[in-house]
């Protein structure tokens, strides 16, 4: 599903990714750690195209995104959901608005897109709340929202770099719940966190990065 | 329901930005005015230029000696020439009595001698198709040639003024409307500009889930087409209401009496140019301002 070979990125001298190879297979769950700077998001990045790497190639479903035209980016964004720390909603929006965007965008039919919509709003327990503006949501509601939106063309990887980063623990746990349920589903997930809780319950494939190496790469224990 | 989510959003665009838009839409009224009101003047004073040069005549001066057959002759072929729309013939005792009427002093000149000195014409009214400079001279070449003819007179100077003038007019439109069109189209992207600015966070939004650069860029291009639209709406508003009180104003005032038309002329096409060239505009503009958008990556 992903290759990684030799991937390198340099920022004006500053070395986020060095020689980085790995791959995750199709239903893998891949917990992306390591102390702040040590290039989790920028790993991210090139592999959602919003970098390109200096050396080395990346595979995403077979389509080098290491050599993609600007052009095709947008096609490539539409097989993934994407999470970010910072929610990334449209706050003046309702819920409902926020969610059904990918599909507006990819052209799903209005009574399709709306019936999954409410599919996955019920998947993240806000279903009662679609008409509210997100911007009035709580942080672990506005999450919940932005993972809706990820998921809702169903895409078979999920990338999310620190989805728990702005909430406290038992919002924590509620999220980390969630992705386990999209997992359970057979999503495949990249999850880049340095929260040492959300590592232990996620109980996946841990990959260490450290200084923009990979420094460890365990399998997951249970 | 992607159409209707880029309309609407188009029209957020416009409610959210609406100080700007205005400004936009002021400034395009504003400069098409200008070129409104210098198309209505150009039109105008072509339309008078047509009336008062219809008016020109072609005087064809027939040798006093001709005889019957070659002044019918002349008239014949004269009836040939596509330009000639009316041929009045003025024999000698005409052109005499015509000239002791209009100038009953010197007419005592003419008394004194045996024979009418004054030769007989033919008058020639033009179709305003042939008025211009070129085919009035290529007319009277061909006209001095025929038999029986001593000269051709008509006023040279009068015509070649008005061809110049309106010539000058057009030239100047086409600067004024370019000067004018290239300060709209700034003001306009920069309206867009700000438009994609406030915008920033829910532009980058759309890039991460999936929205091509084009699908971003379309409410942009139909806001700007939309201001457009309107302010060439608002221009139209503004050059009937000041063109229909003057033209009321100055037949009211009497001073322009006996002329019988003042300002003429608007046609529906001035409307219509108007709006179009608003919209076109607006489209250009907004056009050039989210170029960017199109190739950004990230
Ligand atoms: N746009 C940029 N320009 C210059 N340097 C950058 C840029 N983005 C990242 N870096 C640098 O690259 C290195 C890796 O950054 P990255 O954001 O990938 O780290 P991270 O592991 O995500 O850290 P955190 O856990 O704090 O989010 C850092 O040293 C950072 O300063
Ligand atoms: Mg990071």
């Not at chain 2, 001095?144 to 100077?157: C, E, F, I, N, R």
């Not at chain 2, 532009?203 to 291009?221: M, S």
Request: with cysteine; charged share 20%.
């Amino acid at each position: 599903m992903i290759q990684l070979f030799h991937v390198s990125k340099v920022y004006d001298r500053c070395v986020a990714l060095h020689d980085v190879s790995f791959r995750i297979d199709q239903g893998e769950c891949v917990i992306l750690t390591g102390p702040s700077g040590a290039g989790k998001t920028t790993l991210l990045k090139v592999i959602f195209g919003a970098e390109t790497p200096d050396s080395g190639q990346i595979l995403v479903q077979n389509r080098n995104v290491a050599r993609i035209r600007g052009g095709a980016i947008p096609y490539l964004r539409r097989t993934m959901g994407i999470v970010l720390q910072n929610f990334q909603l449209l706050p003046q929006k309702s819920v409902y608005d926020n969610v059904v965007l990918p599909l507006i965008i990819q052209g799903v039919k209005r009574r399709e897109a709306r019936q999954r919509v409410m599919d996955v709003l019920k998947a993240v327990g806000m279903e009662h709340k679609q008409k509210i503006r997100t911007g009035v949501l709580s942080a672990g509601e506005q999450q919940r929202i932005c993972i809706a939106r990820a998921i809702v063309n169903s895409p078979i990887l999920l990338l999310a770099d620190e989805p728990t980063g702005n909430l406290d623990a038992d919002l924590t746990m509620e999220i980390v719940e969630l992705f386990r349920r999209i997992h359970a589903e057979g999503t495949t997930i990249l999850l880049a966190t340095h929260n040492r809780q959300v590592v232990e319950q996620m109980n996946g494939r841990v990959v260490h990065l450290q200084e923009g190496r990979v420094e460890s790469d365990k399998e997951a224990t249970r | 329901m992607r159409p209707l989510y880029l309309l609407r959003e188009a029209m957020n665009n416009l409610r959210v930005n609406r100080g700007n838009v205005l400004i936009g839409i002021v400034t395009t009224a504003f400069t098409l005015v200008c070129f409104g009101v210098f198309l209505l003047l150009y039109l105008n004073l072509k339309n008078v230029s047509g009336t008062l040069q219809s008016d020109i005549e072609v005087i064809v001066y027939l040798d006093p000696g001709a005889s019957e057959q070659v002044v019918s002759l002349v008239q014949k072929r004269l009836k040939t020439e596509p330009a000639a729309v009316t041929l009045t013939f003025v024999s000698k005792e005409q052109a005499l009595r015509d000239f002791s009427e209009q100038f009953p002093e010197e007419s005592l000149l003419l008394e004194g001698m045996d024979a009418n000195p004054l030769p007989a014409s033919v008058v020639v009214n033009l179709s305003p198709r042939f008025l211009d400079t070129e085919s009035l001279s290529a007319f009277a070449e061909r006209v001095k040639q025929l038999p029986g003819v001593t000269h051709v007179a008509y006023s040279q100077d009068w015509v070649d003024t008005l061809t110049l003038m309106v010539s000058y007019f057009e030239l100047g439109a086409v600067v004024i409307g370019m000067i004018l069109a290239m300060a709209t189209v700034t003001i306009i992207a920069n309206t867009i500009r700000l438009s994609l600015y406030t915008r920033k966070e829910e532009i980058e939004i759309l890039r991460l889930i999936g929205a091509t650069g084009v699908f971003i860029a379309i409410p942009y291009v139909i806001e700007g087409t939309i201001l457009g639209a309107l302010g060439g709406g608002l221009s139209l508003a503004l050059l009937k209401g000041v063109f229909e009180f003057l033209r009321l104003e100055l037949n009211a005032s009497g001073w322009f009496a006996g002329v019988e038309h003042i300002l003429p002329i608007f046609p529906r096409q001035v409307s219509f140019l108007l709006v179009m060239t608003g919209m076109l505009l607006g489209c250009g503009s907004s056009v050039l301002s989210v170029f960017g958008l199109m190739k950004a990556r990230s």
